[in-house]
Nanobody
Framework: QVQLVESGGGLVQPGGSLRLSCAAS????????LSWYRQAPGKERELVAT????????NYADSVKGRFTISRDNAKNSVYLQMNSLKPEDTAVYYC???????????WGQGTQVTVSS
């Protein structure tokens, strides 16, 4: 049973921090590019951050550069998103994604709600 389960979302005040976690089961993340996406009501899903698998590189949406950090731990089969200096516009459902190298195989989590409000 292939599964990605996000956790760590919640309500936080502007300027606060949250760390999202995504735990994979049923497959090894070692050969997968791992990403975080987010989707707000009425908007398209957007890519927030990506981390590659073999030679590790990271990439971030311009809107989160300098505030968010994506990381991975293959031993724990997990990917994380550290979110600092949160803004109301960061409010969205956050999803993790795993894409197998040299493949169209894609797995998605069910999402975790992040709400930034005072």
């Amino acid at each position: 049973q292939v599964q990605l389960v996000e956790s760590g979302g919640g309500l936080v005040q502007p300027g606060g921090s949250l760390r999202l976690s995504c735990a994979a089961s049923g497959f090894s993340t070692r050969n997968y590019v791992l990403s975080w996406y987010r989707q707000a009501p009425g908007k398209e899903r957007e890519l927030v951050a990506t981390i590659t698998s073999i030679v590790v590189n990271t990439n971030y949406a311009d809107s989160v550069k300098g505030r968010f950090t994506i990381s991975r731990d293959n031993a724990k089969n997990s990917v994380y998103l550290q979110m600092n200096s949160l803004k109301p516009e960061d409010t969205a459902v956050y999803y993790c994604n795993a894409k197998r190298i040299a493949s169209t195989t894609n797995y998605w989590g069910q999402g975790t709600q992040v709400t930034v409000s005072s």
